[in-house]
């Protein structure tokens, strides 16, 4: 008989099922909700997985539950024909939470008659809170990852294994997710339409602004939702300067209105640099994106809606998720490694921010002017016709 403790180990709750078994989901489902709480980025980081979803049966109607800041993209995304705005009280938000927000979604998601619903997260995000959302308004199958037993909330669940035992790209883990109910499709690419009265506003405005739009430019996004994610707005600066004097390129300098003092700090390096900052809705600032030679962004919405558009990127990329990189673009991911690498924090816990101060200004020219000059070659080498023989 042994008196030694028992070792704590993963294996310690083996007989707890990996996961459901695959279990294509029929014909009948066709009213599907596709829960996404969190922000702008991960909902365009779920599109092909939605995009898996509407294919994979007939007639499916795909119905978005987003955050405030997510929902705006629902008019963008073809593959969904509804949305509904939710800022949920288990996801971050500033407002104090009131019950009667939470009681009245669920009478309305009652109401949307839904047979299915799919709830994406992140591997820190708990799906459970919105599991019960579901459950109360009467979906009846519900699909998440989880990283335990979810019991009768979630009749089709994966085991949450990361980032335990790898971490995978946002794109690639929420299509393994959908993939358990049959969901699949070889196209991967992440969405967002641009329409032409977008484009034709966008056109509008930088003629009103005397704009040179029909010349070569770059645009420049230095906000984040998160400090830890915000290069130092005089490196940007520094890079718009330099690129503009380097290139002879137009540099258009993007953000919300409440960034106006960081977007003129960094458009005031150049009489080349336009400050565009609460200039622009989503649409507009996708057809400028569309455009542009390449963008040059902290790790951040517009990093995505480039990945969507295939618009070249330099993303500075705080190492606090490793999940998030720019998908199926031409990109530079621009850091400093370092020993506190993926902490997950809005603000950096070391103070130090070495992971983006690391990066110098001569690291984001050199990105930068190598992806134009490699998009510059793959334009020419296209041109040219091929010989006859």
């Not at 029909?214 to 290069?231: C, F, K, L, T």
């Not at 600032?285 to 963008?295: C, M, Q, S």
Request: glycine share 6%; proline share 7%.
């Amino acid at each position: 008989m042994s008196r030694n403790p028992i070792p704590l180990a993963l294996e310690a709750h083996a007989r707890t099922p990996a996961a459901t078994s695959v279990r294509p989901w029929g014909d009948d489902v066709k009213r599907i909700l596709c829960v996404r709480l969190d922000n702008l980025g991960d909902v365009l980081m779920t599109t092909p997985a939605m995009h898996a979803l509407r294919w994979a049966g007939q007639q499916r109607h795909l119905t978005l539950l987003a955050s405030r800041a997510g929902a705006v993209a629902a008019r963008h995304l073809s593959d969904v024909s509804d949305v509904i705005e939710y800022d949920a009280p288990w996801v971050k938000q500033n407002a104090p939470p009131d019950y009667r927000n939470d009681l009245a979604m669920r009478e309305r998601l009652a109401r949307g008659n839904f047979d299915a619903a799919v709830i994406f997260s992140v591997y820190s995000q708990n799906p459970l809170p919105a599991a019960m959302l579901c459950h109360l308004a009467g979906i009846g199958k519900r699909l998440a990852h989880c990283r335990e037993n979810p019991y009768g909330l979630l009749t089709d669940w994966v085991a949450e294994t990361e980032p335990q035992h790898r971490t995978r790209h946002e794109v690639e883990r929420q299509l393994a997710l959908v993939a358990q109910v049959g969901a699949e499709t070889p196209d991967r690419r992440m969405r967002f339409d641009v329409s032409p009265q977008d484009a034709a506003n966008l056109a509008r405005k930088l003629s009103l602004l005397h704009a040179p739009a029909d010349e070569p430019y770059i645009v420049i996004h230095p906000g984040a939702s998160a400090a830890s994610r915000r290069y130092p707005p005089e490196r940007f600066a520094e890079a718009a300067e330099r690129l503009a004097h380097m290139t002879g390129c137009a540099v258009f300098v993007s953000g919300a209105q409440a960034e106006a003092d960081l977007t003129a700090l960094v458009s005031g390096a150049h009489p080349n640099a336009i400050d565009l900052a609460g200039a622009l809705n989503l649409g507009e600032l996708a057809a400028l994106i569309r455009g542009a030679r390449v963008l040059i962004s902290n790790n951040s919405g517009p990093v995505h809606i480039a990945s969507a558009l295939g618009t070249p990127v330099v993303d500075l990329y705080a190492l606090t998720n490793p999940q998030h990189m720019p998908w199926q673009t031409p990109h530079r991911v621009l850091y400093q490694d370092v020993p506190c690498r993926w902490c997950y924090r809005s603000v950096c816990p070391e103070g130090h921010h070495a992971c983006l101060n690391g990066v110098a200004v001569d690291d984001v020219v050199a990105a930068a002017s190598e992806l134009m000059e490699e998009r510059r070659a793959n334009r020419e080498a296209l041109a040219v016709p091929l010989t006859t023989i």
